[in-house]
């Protein structure tokens, strides 16, 4: 298959191609063929993961990085280019990103630092099956570099870092009794009531990291208790969710909501723990990218509040930011379209970083 020159009819074509997630087969092939046929790059595939490197000898090397697979299809594959606006599922998550990466990649025979593209799939399911976090596992050496850009949609800014994620399960305990009589017993429901008040009065903080705010929650997300309905229970539970800014490590952020409830008689149970990601904004070539960004008329950088694979970068010690064509917001909805003007721009931007 003949692949298109311009970056936005390159973005058309990578839409047409269904690949909803566990179908990147052709896709991918599709890819490593185009990636192959460019003697600056040498190529290698994992699954339906496909790496390409260039082999210069530049100290400093780029990860530029974008997911293959996209959400169900909801009537819009094939997409439609309209003078402004390219229409279809993946326009925004990610094949307008991938399609930045995929001209970059044709365009840089001799980029100023050393570039390794990354095209992954399954990144819209479980994460036991992420195609990169699959690469992280089984070559991390080709995952090797100094900073990592994810085009993921951001509208063409920078999001730098993300939240880190925290699940925990915080156990009452009563006794049972019959309801006729509930002196005789102790309501593990009503002990619930103190954790509840806390969390309805949590004030949330924003914690400054590397020059971006990052805003932290905390609040309920399940809860259960009570067997048979004429009994006092002896049980229950609430299920919290912190979202936390990523100075705090995954232990001293599972210490910080255990201390909240530590005065009362509670168990604790950590469900999910996954770490945030530092946005990496101190480095000196994230700082240019910014002013170039600007200069193209992006908006400020700005912090990732949700959890996303920068994470896997930065638990390689790579850090690692969000930036491509795209409002997030758009992201996964059946009206999902991307303006031909940022994925231009966001090209042009970074290829105005690497050349
Ligand atoms: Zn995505």
Redesign the pocket.
Known sequence: MVLPHNVTELAHALVNIPSVSGDEHTIAGIVEDELRSYSHLDVVRDGDAVVARTHGDNATRIVLAG?LDTVPIAANVPGTLSGSELWGRGSV??KAGDAVFLALARELSAPRMEVTYVFYDH??VAAPLNGLGRIARNHPEWLRGDLAVLG?PTSGAIEGGCNGTLRMRIHTHGVAAHSARPWMGVNAIHGLGEILRRLERYPAQTHTVDGLDFRESLLAVAIEGGKSLNSVPDAATVTVNFRFAPDRSEQAAADYVRSLFSDLPVDFEITDLAPGARPGMDHSELHRLAAILRSHGAPEPTAKLGWTDVARFSSLGIPAVNCGPGDPLL?HADNEACPVGQIERTFQALQEWLA
Do not use: F, T, V
Request: net charge negative; hydrophobic share 30%; charged share 55%.
């Open positions: 997911h998550d990610m990144e819209e993921e992201a």
